[in-house]
């Protein structure tokens, strides 16, 4: 299994971006996922989540109203709509795949990582 993201970026503040990771390997639908990010000198942390089904949805407190995350199983890929987008947002924002259908915001039920996206926000 791997997993490319893409879509990161230069925006400004109340900007929107769209985040994409490609799943590669089979079984998609059979398992969540997810996205995390780790801002400049902090520890990773959890982003949003998504069942095996697309439902249900996680979500960081931080995030929620702002981001959604999404999955097509046409495509095998996890998107994350970014609206309103603050400078706090700023960050590399990785994708995940989990080892069960159950969405999570722990990172420990994650096997399968992304390299990542670097996402800029200035203000």
């Known amino acids: 299994v791997q997993l490319q993201a893409s879509g990161g970026g230069l925006v400004q503040q109340g900007d929107s971006l769209r985040l994409s990771c490609a799943r590669s390997?089979?079984?998609?639908?059979?398992?969540?996922l997810g996205w995390f990010r780790r801002a400049p000198g902090k520890e990773r942390e959890f982003v949003a989540a998504?069942?095996?089904?697309?439902?249900?949805?996680l979500y960081a407190e931080s995030v929620k109203g702002r981001f959604t995350i999404s999955r097509d199983s046409t495509r095998n890929t996890v998107y994350l709509q970014m609206n309103n987008l603050k400078a706090e947002d700023t960050a590399v924002y990785y994708c995940?795949?989990?080892?069960?259908?159950?969405?999570?915001?722990?990172?420990?039920?994650?096997?399968?990582w992304g390299q990542g996206t670097l996402v800029t926000v200035s203000s």
């Open positions: 995940a795949s989990a080892t069960s259908t159950v969405a999570t915001r722990m990172d420990q039920s994650y096997k399968y």
């Open positions: 390997g089979s079984s998609f639908n059979l398992y969540a």
């Open positions: 998504s069942g095996w089904r697309g439902e249900p949805t």
